[in-house]
């Protein structure tokens, strides 16, 4: 994460909002960026709910044949026009080929993740060999947890941020109770200072390297969801690992909407969902990371069939040979459906060229959903 990057954006919005004549929140700005963005055309590409269709439109001041102004990205994004398509391939194939679709076709059913993984690997900034395509993002956390969460005596602490997602909470909760630990010395959430909304990553850092040799694992969002931060993974990760933390990060509200570098970063491990900004539909197809540094090492405290490294998986002889890195937690076969609708999603397959033009919608909508203190708010979401 380059904050130098996000400080710029924040910079180029501000004047382009002088040249224009206009203030941050104003329509004359966001109708301009609409104008010139050179994605724009990708809009095209996705269904947008008509107002008509919309169970709470009131009839008496909207013009029911609009597309409403869809701005719940963050829960779940829009589907894409071609996800009809990709589904109705699998459902024919399977009705001409049987039990053949899984080797044959343009997604050999046991193989239909690993037709899209270098796809997700792009787009997180990881090495194929370190991403897997499976389960959802809980079962994805909680398998990544039983490795890395090896709680001592001394070091039995998961530090992460007061209000995380239920998802996370509720996993960490679980994770330490499973152990035997009590969650409510185990458990160190990091709040905001009062009067603030978002965390500073000084703060972050303090109580990390006051706390470190007592905290197991760290475990940030990427993009928070209920305020929009975008934490610095670089400093936290370096922070963490420097007292002998594993640091892992949930990404559900990061993947699609900032760029990520984990490899880069040294990021240990990491999950995310697929159906907000990747626009795979509900309860898609999710991922899950671990660093190369621990192919050899970390080992998954469950197994199934999918474990096993591919090369002998068919011979059926029972006899574990477990692929090495995120591969061996894998537990079943891909969801083929679950694997075309993430396919089809056109943010997906422009991950190769994230970089051709940073989107500062992140930021941007900060901007847009708060007036008074917005600037002050802009700052603080990416790092300030």
């Known amino acids: 994460m380059d904050l130098s990057?996000?400080?710029?954006?924040?910079?180029?919005?501000?004047?382009?909002?002088?040249?224009?004549?206009?203030?941050?929140v104003d329509q004359k700005l966001a109708l301009f960026l609409d104008e010139t963005d050179d994605l724009k055309h990708l809009r095209d590409c996705f269904y947008v709910p008509k107002i008509k269709d919309l169970p709470t439109t009131n009839h008496t001041i909207a013009n029911?044949?609009?597309?409403?102004?869809?701005l719940c990205g963050n829960s779940l994004g829009l589907a894409p026009k071609k996800v009809k398509t990709y589904l109705d391939e699998e459902l024919e194939k399977w009705t001409k080929m049987g039990v053949h679709g899984h080797f044959h076709g343009k997604r050999p059913w046991a193989l239909g993740d690993e037709c899209i993984v270098q796809l997700m690997a792009d787009l997180v900034g990881a090495q194929k060999e370190e991403v897997a395509l499976m389960n959802g993002l809980t079962v994805n956390l909680h398998l990544l947890l039983l490795s890395f969460y090896r709680p001592t005596a001394s070091r039995h602490k998961i530090l992460l941020e007061a209000k995380a997602f239920p998802s996370d909470h509720y996993t960490v909760e679980s994770q330490i109770q499973l152990r035997g630990f009590d969650v409510a010395?185990?458990?160190?959430?990091?709040?905001?200072?009062?009067?603030?909304?978002?965390?500073?990553t000084e703060d972050i850092l303090s109580i990390i390297e006051k706390e470190g040799d007592s905290i197991a694992v760290i475990l940030f969002s990427g993009v928070q969801y209920y305020t929009g931060q975008y934490f610095n993974i670089p400093k936290i990760t370096e922070a963490g690992q420097r007292k002998g933390c594993f640091v892992g990060f949930d990404l559900a509200h990061a993947v699609g909407n900032v760029e990520l570098c984990l490899h880069h970063w040294g990021v240990d491990f990491a999950c995310w969902c697929s159906y907000k900004y990747l626009n795979s539909g509900a309860g898609g197809l999710a991922g899950a990371f671990i660093h190369e540094k621990h192919s050899q090492t970390m080992k998954p405290a469950l197994t199934g069939w999918w474990s096993?490294?591919?090369?002998?998986?068919?011979?059926m002889e029972n006899k574990m040979k477990l692929s090495p890195g995120v591969n061996g937690f894998r537990l079943s076969n891909p969801p083929i459906l679950l694997v075309c609708s993430?396919?089809?999603?056109?943010?997906?397959?422009?991950?190769?060229?994230?970089?051709?033009?940073?989107?500062?919608?992140?930021?941007?909508?900060r901007t847009l959903t708060h007036s008074g203190d917005t600037m002050i708010r802009a700052k603080q979401s990416i790092g300030q």
């Open 308 to 315: 096993h490294e591919f090369n002998t998986r068919f011979k």
């Open 342 to 365: 993430l396919h089809a999603s056109t943010y997906f397959s422009l991950a190769k060229n994230w970089k051709v033009a940073p989107r500062f919608l992140h930021g941007f909508e």
């Open 185 to 200: 010395k185990s458990m160190l959430l990091v709040h905001p200072r009062k009067g603030e909304e978002t965390l500073r």
């Open 5 to 24: 990057s996000s400080r710029s954006q924040l910079a180029f919005l501000e004047k382009t909002a002088a040249l224009l004549g206009c203030s941050l």
């Open 64 to 70: 029911m044949e609009d597309d409403c102004v869809y």
